[in-house]
C-alpha cells in the first residue's frame, strides 16, 4: 500500500512566499484543502476547512481562491451546469474527463506532447499557451447501474 504525501504547512507556506503572496493561516489551510480534496468546489472545501478553521466563511475561502488562482498556484475548473471547482496548479498541463450522470471528475494526462499539448487548426493570431479538453462520458458504476 502506497502512502500519498500531504502538502506540509511548511510547504504551502514557501509556495505562498515564493509566488509573492502573504502568509496567512486560510491561505495555507485552503492550499493544503486544495491538496487534499483536488477538483473542489468552494463549498467542499468550505466543509474540509472547518475543522481547522471553524469560523472560516464562504466569501473568504472565494477570496482565497481567487488569489490562489492569480498567482498560479490553484487553477478553477468551469464545468457546464456546474460551480466552479479548483485544483492545485501542477504545471502538467493535464486534461479532465467528467461523467455526465454522476459529476465524477477525473485527470487526464496530457493528450500527446508538451503544453499545450494539442494545436488549433487557426491560431486567429494568438500565441496557444493552454489547451484545455475536457472530456464527456458515462462512468462505469453509472453504466452498471442504469443496466440494472
Request: charged share 25%; glycine share 4%.
Amino acid at each position: 500500500m502506497t502512502t500519498v504525501e500531504r502538502l506540509t504547512e511548511e510547504e504551502a507556506t514557501r509556495r505562498l512566499r515564493d509566488a509573492g503572496l502573504r502568509v496567512t493561516r486560510q491561505r495555507v489551510a485552503t492550499l493544503q484543502a486544495l491538496d487534499e480534496h483536488p477538483h473542489a468546489t468552494v463549498e467542499e472545501l468550505v466543509s474540509a476547512l472547518t475543522p481547522r478553521l471553524p469560523k472560516v466563511s464562504f466569501q473568504a475561502v472565494y477570496l482565497v481562491v481567487g488569489d490562489l488562482v492569480r498567482a498560479g498556484l490553484a487553477t478553477r475548473l468551469d464545468l457546464p451546469g456546474q460551480p466552479s471547482r479548483y485544483e492545485p496548479n501542477r504545471h502538467d498541463n493535464h486534461h479532465h474527463v467528467v461523467c455526465t450522470v454522476c459529476g465524477r471528475l477525473e485527470d487526464v494526462p496530457c493528450a500527446v506532447g508538451e503544453a499545450p499539448c494539442l494545436e488549433p487548426s487557426h491560431a486567429h493570431d494568438m500565441q496557444i499557451l493552454v489547451a484545455d479538453v475536457l472530456y464527456r462520458g458515462v462512468c462505469r458504476s453509472c453504466r452498471e447501474s442504469s443496466a440494472d
